[in-house]
């Protein structure tokens, strides 16, 4: 894998930075330094302090944009920039000091004294931007990563272990790998000497057998370990290097952790420990609502996650805190006497107690849960809230999210261009400045309170959050703000029953294990809202990615708040943008038939688009289909599946075990009822099939192995399986995966006769031109591996298809397919469609009836 990929992978484990920080975790964000009862999370508070205080939030721009403009800027432009804001801040400032102290212009001084104060913040932080970034590049571990030098090292690790999700290149799946920050403490190379540095790289670790030790490794360990460095992805980021263990078996451990890092890692323990005896859902994830383990969520509920936005209740973002400062100092919105609510007055705590007792919670929840950046900003501002509560000084919200940007920026820039941190502050600044606005229009248009709040909660941090989300994922959730909706109601109770099994676990397992059991309830439902939503066939629409993307989708969001008073006036319009919503989710396929002409009613055979893979569907009745092959990517063949309105495959077959025609399997099974699995005999390469087996396993789906000769039926679809046969020439004496792809020759609805080569290469080509079964022409051929150039003319000419179809993914780096191979399909009188270009492809008719339908 390439540094470039590495680095991709480790920023998709990142949590923060995977998706929308959502209604339910923004909404509770707002209320994470609000402990203290300030009013600013409430319409209520808010009005009563009268107008929101901006004054610090010029100065955090400020920091903010000069730190992520300057990380990974050379030092003499750093400096350049730093002096260039910092020279007219001195004189700004000095005139203001004159002005105020002669009385001139009180008005103006201020301002003046404003801008100097914003060029003061912005020479800041470029100048802890350089110093950071200039410590990164700082000893021979830059220079070494250039050259891919080999080194040994001593390294202490910094964060938790994190899986990559595995991988399709091509043909195999490359391995899910284990990514650990760290900063390397000595580095020696095999011809020289060693030296004490102090540098942060990233460890990629295979692991093999011993992938549970390394996962066990916790913040502040160190570790003894020879591997081969490489450059970055990109520059000005906060690595100096990507390290590449060897695989050398278990880690080799110099230095224990330290006693509050392995106090942590003990909790964390307890708390899975507790959620054995669970579901799968709530085992995965209670640990990740709680303290933002996510090591046990699968790939499947992820997708789930991502597609309805909910993916911010696994980062620990603020909501986490928020209610365990709410239950030390009561509800945010009553802002004259919170300070004497929740536990605190119980347990005899003054007001200065209350902040020392909420500061510890605080600092044991960002050991707990890891300082990713939701949890660093959440708190921050609870430290500035606790701090009012200690003083007697009430403050606003605005000023406490905009300090805590400042403090955070400064103190580690690196959060200046960090996507998860962008889309925290976002979210928490649109709960306490455009919820309320909104709550109190939904309010006075006879929306229940309650119910105005959530909603204008959700709906304010979804406007501000879904443009960064296109940056990242080019796509927009519809069903985002409903889900937000349903599960945020058991959020609150899921984390504190989550967070008193996490309490008690060490002390008291069995009723750890109970607490966690009556959790699997609310955590339950949300899995449930999660996947049920992701379900729905137009839960994500598809949008133009990058910041022009971003850009067109925040135009759209402002012109639709700003239309919306007068739309509101008129309910007809309401109710008809209503319906087409629900239309754009639920999808209907007569409707989608009627709008795209895919696919057609009468389809008998279809040929999704997967990419560089395969993904075949027989139609075998209503809702019924029989599955070849399922293309790299479960999303992708769940979506084509239920385009096609598939809900029962009586048969899976899998034509061989490439990583492009198995490792979307899951998506297949996704809520649909199979009856078997159908492989071939050659189980190469090996760690696929056992893919395959797990899958099946898991799903209680039995598997089956094809054999030469045989003949099945299934509504208006029977086949025959021409390939792999034993005996001389064939699958027993091949031992290559594409010349034992399972190939049928099928008869399908209305007549259409069909010719599946699977990755079939000439070889085998030739071996079947052989056989009487495989002669005679086809209405369909569906084209051997991808269309490469690798094909039997022979066995062209000998089944002259009326249609050629080849799959295969758009700008592949292997050249398919093959020009010569479209040509001679061609010239034997074949119409070529492929899905690169023409997109999915549906069959229906047969003979001189004969036509395909492409959605491209």
């Not at 942060?200 to 913040?219: E, F, I, S, T, Y």
């Not at 510890?360 to 809230?385: H, K, N, Q």
């Not at 309170?449 to 304010?460: D, H, N, S, T």
């Not at 519809?478 to 984390?495: Q, S, Y």
Request: hydrophobic share 50%; proline share 8%; charged share 20%.
């Amino acid at each position: 894998m390439s540094s470039r990929e590495t680095r991709l992978d480790s920023r998709a484990a990142d949590r923060d930075s995977t998706g929308s920080v959502g209604a339910a975790g923004a909404a509770d964000d707002a209320g994470s330094s609000a402990g203290a009862g300030d009013g600013g999370a409430a319409g209520e508070g808010s009005r009563r302090e009268g107008p929101t205080d901006l004054r610090l939030v010029p100065p955090a721009l400020a920091v903010w944009g000069a730190a992520a403009s300057t990380l990974g800027l050379p030092g003499r432009w750093v400096v350049a920039v730093a002096v260039a804001c910092l020279v007219p801040a001195l004189v700004l400032l000095v005139v203001a000091s004159r002005a105020s102290r002669e009385g001139r212009a009180v008005g103006r001084s201020r301002a003046v004294a404003a801008g100097g104060a914003v060029l003061l913040c912005a020479a800041a932080g470029a100048a802890v931007a350089g110093l950071h970034g200039a410590d990164v590049r700082r000893g021979p571990v830059p220079g070494l990563a250039r050259e891919y030098a080999r080194i040994d090292a001593e390294v202490r690790v910094t964060s938790d272990p994190r899986t990559t999700r595995p991988a399709v290149r091509g043909n195999h799946s490359a391995p899910a790998l284990l990514l650990i920050d760290a900063e390397v403490v000595e580095v020696g190379t095999p011809d020289g000497p060693s030296t004490r540095v102090r540098t942060p790289v990233l460890l990629m670790v295979g692991a093999g057998d011993h992938r549970a030790d390394w996962q066990k490794l916790l913040p502040s360990t160190r570790l003894r370990l020879a591997g081969r460095l490489a450059p970055p992805a990109h520059d000005g980021e906060g690595l100096a290097a990507v390290l590449r263990v060897d695989d050398a078996g278990e880690p080799r451990i110099i230095g224990p952790p330290t006693w509050i890092q392995h106090a942590a890692g003990e909790l964390r323990a307890g708390l899975r420990e507790a959620t054995d005896g669970l579901d799968a859902d709530a085992r995965a994830l209670l640990p990740g609502l709680v303290v933002g383990d996510t090591s046990r969520v699968p790939p499947d509920l992820q997708d789930a996650f991502k597609s309805t936005d909910l993916t911010h209740l696994l980062s620990v973002s603020g909501a986490n805190l928020s209610i365990l400062l709410f239950l030390l100092v009561g509800p945010p919105g009553a802002a004259l006497n919170a300070e004497r609510r929740g536990l605190a007055p119980l347990l005899g705590l003054s007001l200065r107690g209350t902040a020392l007792v909420g500061g510890a919670l605080t600092l044991a929840f960002i050991i707990v849960c890891r300082p990713e950046p939701s949890v660093l900003r959440a708190a921050a501002c609870g430290v500035i809230t606790l701090l009012a509560i200690g003083t007697g000084r009430r403050r606003s919200l605005i000023p406490a999210l905009a300090a805590a940007v400042v403090l955070l920026v400064l103190y580690d820039p690196w959060l200046a261009r960090s996507y998860g941190f962008l889309l925290s502050v976002l979210a928490t600044g649109a709960l306490l400045t455009l919820a309320p606005r909104w709550s109190a229009a939904l309010r006075a248009r006879r929306v229940p309170g309650r119910l105005a709040e959530v909603l204008a909660a959700a709906a304010a941090a979804q406007a501000v959050c879904a443009p960064v989300v296109v940056v990242l994922a080019s796509r927009v959730s519809l069903v985002a703000v409903p889900c937000n909706l349903l599960a945020e109601f058991a959020v609150a109770p899921a984390t504190v029953l989550g967070f008193a099994a996490l309490a008690v676990a060490p002390v008291a397992p069995p009723v750890a294990e109970l607490l966690a059991g009556i959790a699997s309830w609310p955590v339950g439902w949300i899995a449930t809202v999660a996947r049920t939503g992701a379900g729905l066939p137009g839960a994500e629409a598809q949008w133009p990615g990058g910041w022009s993307g971003a850009a067109l989708l925040a135009c759209l969001t402002v012109l639709a708040v700003l239309l919306a008073p007068t739309l509101a006036r008129r309910p007809w319009i309401c109710a008809a943008t209503g319906l087409l919503l629900v239309l754009a989710v639920l999808r209907p396929v007569p409707l989608t038939r009627i709008m795209t002409g895919w696919p057609p009613p009468d389809w008998a055979f279809a040929l999704c688009d997967v990419g560089q893979g395969d993904a075949m569907v027989l139609a075998a009745g209503e809702g019924t289909g029989v599955v070849v092959d399922a293309g790299p990517d479960p999303r992708v063949v769940d979506r084509c599946l239920r385009d096609l309105a598939v809900t029962r495959v009586p048969l899976v077959i899998l034509t061989h075990f490439h990583a492009d025609h198995v490792r979307g399997l899951p998506g297949v099974l996704r809520g649909r009822a199979v009856g078997a699995i159908q492989t071939t005999s050659l189980e190469e390469p090996p760690e696929q099939a056992a893919f395959v087996r797990r899958t099946a396993a898991s799903a209680r789906v039995p598997t089956v192995r094809a054999v030469a000769g045989e003949h099945r039926r299934t509504g208006p679809v029977d086949w025959r399986v021409l390939w792999p046969r034993h005996g001389p020439g064939g699958a027993a004496a091949v031992r290559e995966p594409n010349d034992s792809s399972v190939t049928l020759r099928v008869r399908a609805a209305g007549g259409l006769t069909l010719l599946l080569l699977g990755d079939l290469e000439p070889p085998a080509q030739r071996e079947l031109l052989r056989m009487r079964e495989a002669s005679g022409p086809v209405d369909v051929l569906k084209v051997a591996h991808h269309g490469s150039a690798f094909q039997d003319a022979g066995l062209l000419h000998s089944v002259r298809p009326r249609l050629a179809l080849i799959s295969c993914g758009a700008d592949n780096s292997y050249g398919h397919p093959s020009p010569r191979t479209v040509d001679a399909l061609a010239a034997a009188g074949a119409r070529v469609l492929r899905t690169d270009t023409d997109g999915p492809i549906a069959v229906a008719g047969a003979g001189k009836e004969l036509r395909a339908v492409g959605r491209s």
